[in-house]
Every structure is written in structure tokens, then in C-alpha cells.
């Protein structure tokens, strides 16, 4: 089974800071792979799929590239309506997500 | 507007029985791949069910032999059957649009609210 992880676990940074979130998968899954936003007591929201295609609706703040193994995430101007925490995506397999807040 | 609204979840005795439901509007769900994913209480996303749009089924091994995916066309409603139920099994369940290109569908969009689900004595 192919396993995700994510890095960091958590981070903390300043309104306007530019955000990178890492996921790694253990092999080769091409471009096959999602992001999502789930804001507390709220559902996941898809933001990109095929690792760099933005969801329609999705400010383009957000961005995503990669392919392969190594993919990231990022968030070029971080907003307070950002605090979330965002998992990745591969077929059945979730990373364990990357929880943002506000320094 | 495409949308998913869940019912069903409570709280049970551990070895009970429960089934969630799933009701779509904006399209239509025997057309398309559907999903459940569950969230235990702060911990991150589960992979459950699907139940593609010719039929078939799949299911995560936690999950295997004690729950079961189905959807009535009439009504446009996703289920699961949670049978068996244990401790474990306590999340937020979500239902899910498993969507893509028409090939190859593999991302969750939309998802419903979420319902909970509560095993305990």
C-alpha cells in the first residue's frame, strides 16, 4: 500500500507570510495527487487536484506542484480565513495533515 | 448546485447496528462514483467505502464485513450500513462525490456535512 506523509505536523505564521506544506508519497504516484482544507467543525473543501490544478472558486493564493514522489503545497499570503488544517490525497490514502494558525 | 446531506448517525451500543444516509441533489449518484470517509474525534481522514457507478463495492479492511455501501436510485440517496458496530468505529462520517475524469476518478468533491457516529455504553 502507498503510504503519505506530510511535513510539518503544525505550523505557526504571521498574516501575509508565504506557507509551504510538504506531502511525500512512498512511490510513484505521478500527479495523482489532492489537497484539501477542512476548517474546524467543518467538512473537507477540495482545493487542488492533479497535484497543481485549482479548484474552481479557490483564490489563487493557493497553489500546488510536484509530481512523483514530492509534492507542495503553499500558500502565497497567508490570510486569518486560512486556519485550517490540510490533509493530501491519493486514491484511498490521506496524509495526516498539517494543522495552520496564525502567529 | 451540487450537494450532499447525511442523516442517520447517534450514538449506539457497541454492537449495534446503524445506517447513515446520504442525500444528493445537483446531479445524480447511480451516475457517479460514491464515498464515505470517516474522522474519529481529532484525528485525520479515514477512507471507508465506494461504491462505484456500474456497482461495485470496496471497503476499507477496519470496515470489511461488518459495513455495507448502497445507494437507492429513486430516491438519489448513498446508505451505509454500519453493522457490528465497536468503540473504534466513533467518527464524523462524511459522504463524498468520488470525481475525476470519467476514466479514472480519484479526488473527493463535493462532501456533505458529516453526520456523528457514537459507540459507547
Known amino acids: 500500500d502507498i503510504q503519505m506523509t506530510q511535513s510539518p505536523s503544525s505550523l505557526s505564521a504571521s498574516v501575509g507570510d508565504r506557507v509551504t506544506i510538504t506531502c511525500q508519497a512512498s512511490?510513484?504516484?505521478?500527479?495523482?495527487l489532492n489537497w484539501y482544507q477542512q476548517k474546524p467543525g467543518k467538512a473537507p473543501k477540495l482545493l487542488i487536484y492533479?497535484?497543481?490544478n485549482l479548484e474552481t472558486g479557490v483564490p489563487s493564493r493557493f497553489s500546488g506542484s510536484g509530481s512523483g514522489t514530492d509534492f507542495t503545497f503553499t500558500i502565497s499570503s497567508l490570510q486569518p480565513e486560512d486556519i485550517a488544517t490540510y490533509y493530501c490525497q491519493h486514491y484511498g490514502t490521506f496524509g495526516p495533515g498539517t494543522k495552520v494558525d496564525i502567529k | 448546485e451540487v450537494q450532499l446531506v447525511e442523516t442517520g448517525g447517534g450514538l449506539i451500543q457497541p454492537g449495534g447496528s446503524l445506517r447513515l444516509s446520504c442525500a444528493a441533489s445537483?446531479?445524480?449518484?447511480?451516475?457517479?462514483?460514491m464515498s464515505w470517509v470517516r474522522q474519529a474525534p481529532g484525528k485525520g481522514l479515514e477512507w471507508v467505502s465506494v461504491i462505484y457507478s456500474g456497482g461495485s463495492t470496496y471497503y476499507a479492511d477496519s470496515v470489511k464485513g461488518r459495513f455495507t455501501i448502497s445507494r437507492d436510485n429513486s430516491k438519489n440517496t448513498l446508505y451505509l450500513q454500519m453493522n457490528s458496530l465497536r468503540a473504534e468505529d466513533t467518527a464524523v462520517y462524511y459522504c463524498?462525490?468520488?470525481?475525476?475524469?470519467?476514466?479514472?476518478?480519484?479526488?473527493?468533491?463535493?462532501w456533505g456535512q458529516g453526520t456523528l457516529v457514537t459507540v459507547s455504553s
Open positions: 512511490q510513484d504516484i505521478s500527479n495523482y
Open positions: 463524498a462525490r468520488y470525481f475525476g475524469p470519467a476514466a479514472n476518478p480519484h479526488w473527493f468533491d463535493p
Open positions: 445537483g446531479f445524480t449518484v447511480s451516475s457517479n462514483y
Open positions: 492533479d497535484a497543481s
